[in-house]
């Protein structure tokens, strides 16, 4: 019985080693990196690679400690197609391990021609300086995008488009700009690079789509007239007080508009552009002053102010300036509220009760816009 047992082994037992565990592959732009674990044994000393039918090959050393170890290996200039890559480990003295393979898919240009730029459903200009870009729904494999363009202050400016964003809105965005957009993407989760699009340039026609003002006024009581004008400011520093209102340069613009001129019915204002005081990176603000002089032996109107509005001419920007949206400011003594908002958001300007002698001036100033 041992003679037919020893027949089997009489030139030497065969010895195997700890084969590479855990083998894993992540694909990238012609090359590949693989993982594997060493588990237990410490004999483990070296290690061979193969792939395209085992006529390439690379070796390299390995070190064991008491601990499991994580081996990476990172192939370079590999063909773009799929390849199977199989790992055998050695021991110092060429005892092998069985053979661990994976299948590992090569990147390259072949792929990275393949990808389009995300694409986008329309473009709309929003005031003299935004575009906004409503996005078409993202490739599968699609990261992110990428916009590059020259702002208002000819700055260059990359604005950074996620994946899952609907609508994004570039800021100072010269009227008939053009921007430039490529788009990145990852083949697979486990892929170790990111490929991108070529920039592709996208031109804009400038529009004439002015921003316009309107409101609607009725007066009541009293008979002193002038009492209500319409200003607009660029450089009020946004503090609502007498000596900052006082400050700011203020631009009569009541006569490009229709006031109230007595009756029971409010009265449309007509629409005014006021666009040229839009610049661009600044805000500006619009004011309603009610003034009352007792010199003029006049007494003062109640002065009715409601549907304040700011938009451009296509709709596509609109701003409500409700009275919540005023901020008062009163220059004179006062025996009473002389700004009071109603529910509806109607402005109700006024003067005292008494001190008809005493000079007021009451100032309705928008937030900014």
Same mark, same amino acid.
């Given at each position: ?121 329309? +473009?709309? *200009? ?5 575009? /906004? ?6 490739? @599968?494999? %699609?990261? $992110? !995008? ?47 690079? +990111?490929? *991108? ?5 996208? /031109? ?6 002015? @921003?316009? %003002?309107? $409101? !609607? ?153």
């Amino acid at each position: 019985m041992d003679f037919n047992y020893r027949q089997f082994i009489e030139d030497g037992e065969t010895t195997y080693i700890g084969k590479a565990d855990s083998l894993l592959v992540r694909g990238g732009n012609q090359r590949v990196e693989l993982h594997w674990l060493l588990i237990s044994d410490p004999k483990v000393d070296n290690y061979k690679i193969y792939w395209n039918n085992r006529q390439d090959s690379v070796m390299g050393q390995l070190h064991k400690t008491d601990q499991i170890d994580t081996v990476v290996v990172l192939l370079r200039n590999l063909e773009e197609k799929t390849h199977e890559f199989e790992v055998f480990q050695f021991d110092r003295l060429g005892n092998t391990s069985i053979r661990s393979s994976v299948v590992g898919k090569v990147y390259g240009s072949r792929y990275e021609n393949s990808l389009v730029n995300r694409a986008f459903n329309e +473009t709309e *200009y929003i005031g003299r300086d935004r575009m /906004e870009i409503t996005w078409a729904d993202p490739e @599968l494999q %699609l990261l $992110f !995008s990428e916009i590059k363009y020259r702002n208002t202050n000819d700055d260059e400016v990359i604005y950074r488009v996620n994946r899952d964003s609907e609508v994004d809105t570039l800021y100072n965005f010269p009227n008939g700009g053009e921007f430039e957009l490529r788009s990145a993407f990852i083949p697979d989760s486990l892929a170790l690079d +990111t490929f *991108y699009t070529d920039y592709t340039v996208f /031109e804009f026609e400038a529009e004439e789509n002015p @921003l316009l %003002l309107s $409101f !609607s006024t009725r007066y009541q009581y009293g008979s002193q007239d002038n009492q209500l004008t319409v200003l607009i400011s660029t450089d009020f520093n946004g503090s609502y007080e007498a000596a900052d209102v006082n400050a700011a340069t203020w631009i009569d613009i009541t006569d490009d508009f229709v006031l109230s001129s007595g009756g029971d019915s409010f009265i449309s204002s007509g629409l005014k552009d006021i666009s040229e005081y839009e610049l661009p990176n600044e805000l500006f603000y619009i004011a309603f002053k009610y003034t009352y002089s007792p010199d003029l032996g006049t007494k003062p109107r109640n002065w009715f102010l409601e549907d304040v509005l700011v938009e451009t001419q296509n709709g596509n920007r609109k701003s409500g300036v409700e009275g919540s949206g005023f901020n008062f400011v009163t220059i004179g003594e006062t025996d009473r509220d002389v700004a009071v908002i109603g529910s509806t958001g109607r402005i109700t300007f006024r003067g005292n009760s008494g001190l008809e002698d005493r000079s007021l001036v009451t100032w309705g100033i928008s937030k900014p816009l």
